[in-house]
Structure formats: C-alpha cells, structure tokens
C-alpha cells in the first residue's frame, strides 16, 4: 500500500519477539494518517510474536505478507526448490504464530489493525486481547491467504465510526474479523474471491454489537467474511 512504512522486519527465520511495548504515532481515528506498521513479517517461517502490547499504530501491531509471491499469490515461489519450506498455508500457518499479546488503540480509520494479512500469507493467532481497535485481524482477499483465529478476547469500544458531513452525523460500528474479496463483482473489497481459508474458533467476543441511525437499531456484525 503507498505510503506504507513499518517500525521493524523480519526477514528472516528463527525470529522470537516477545515481552515489548510497541507504542505507535496516534491514535486518533482520523483516516490522513500516515499507515504505519509496527513489525513487518516477510513470510519466514518459525516466528513466534509472544507476549508483546501493540498501541496507537495507524497501520497494524503486526502486518505478514509473503515475501516470495509469484502473480497468483503462491508464497515460496521464487524459493529454491530445497527450500520451498517456506510456503505458507493452512496446515503450517503456526510457523507464523502470533499469540499472548495485547493490542488496542489501533483506531485509524479504513485502516486500524492488531493483525493484518496480505498476498499469501498465513498465520495462527491465538490467545490474544484486542481493545479499542477497528479491526482484531483484517486480510486481504488474494488467492491462497488465510489464517486461524482461537481462544482471543475481544473487549468492547473502538470500532464507532462517523461521516465527516454536515448536520448528519452518520456512524457506524466496524467488525472484528475481516476477509476482503477480490471486488471481481465491482463492489470493491466485497465478492468475488475471499482468500483460501479462514478459522475463527473459541473467541470470546464481548463487545458493543449494535449501531443505530435515527432510532433504527441494527446487529453489528461480528464478522465479515
């Protein structure tokens, strides 16, 4: 994404990051924020991020993306065949574990993430808290990208959004998981595919699940697949 910048990469395998405050720029909502990213990880494998707090990013606490994708998203594809360990997918996501943190106040709006995945990346997530936050975990829809989402805790706040217009102020409430589409169907991140595969099990969502305009209540949605 353009303008997109990050505090630290991994580029390598055999990475530990754990028991660090990550503190980010703002958290303001405001979306002229420049989209920064905390840790950046290049689809390596054996990286745990264990027991870190995330805050105030306008990117995500921790963004993967595969480093090796050939034009159908295939992570390990310009790896050496010795190699191709490296591929990312849904049986080996772990190599790519993301659990025991604390992310929140990552608010910015149309961006905003504790998790955020790209272009044939996996990941497992797990045992994680997100508080104030827009979206818990965002993918995009790119062929061969998912991840596990088990045993998180999600606490209420931080997904209210409104329209910048005058004399009505229109809002509305954002989702914890999130899976774009290819937008094949001319509706932007909406249809067409959704990435490869997504797991979401044995959260605990506790949060405001409900948005209303004029006196009209409606669900919100917890997510958005």
């Not at 591929?87 to 106040?105: C, G, M, P, Q, W």
Request: proline share 2%; hydrophobic share 30%; charged share 25%.
């Amino acid at each position: 994404e353009e303008n997109r910048e990050e505090l630290f990469q991994v580029l390598g395998d055999n990475v530990r990051v754990e028991g660090l405050r990550f503190r980010g720029p703002s958290d303001s909502k405001k979306r002229r924020n420049q989209h920064i990213n905390a840790i950046e990880i290049r689809g390596h494998r054996n990286i745990q991020i264990a027991g870190n707090e995330f805050y105030h990013w306008t990117g995500a606490g921790v963004f993967v993306e595969c480093y090796y994708a050939d034009p159908d998203n295939r992570c390990g594809t310009d790896v050496p065949a010795a190699d191709r360990r490296s591929v990312l997918n849904k049986d080996n996501a772990e190599s790519i574990r993301i659990t025991r943190n604390y992310f929140h106040h990552n608010r910015t709006q149309d961006r905003g993430y504790g998790v955020q995945l790209h272009r044939g990346a996996y990941s497992l997530i797990d045992r994680n808290t997100f508080r104030d936050i827009r979206h818990a975990i965002a993918s995009g829809g790119e062929p061969r990208t998912g991840y596990i989402a088990t045993l998180n805790y999600i606490y209420p706040n931080g997904g209210r959004y409104c329209k910048e217009t005058i004399g009505i102020d229109s809002c509305w409430y954002e989702h914890h998981f999130d899976m774009h589409g290819s937008g094949s169907d001319g509706r932007g991140n909406e249809g067409g595919i959704g990435g490869e595969f997504v797991e979401i099990s044995y959260n605990t969502i506790h949060g405001e699940q409900q948005y209303g305009f004029l006196g009209v209540n409606k669900t919100r949605a917890a997510f958005d697949l």
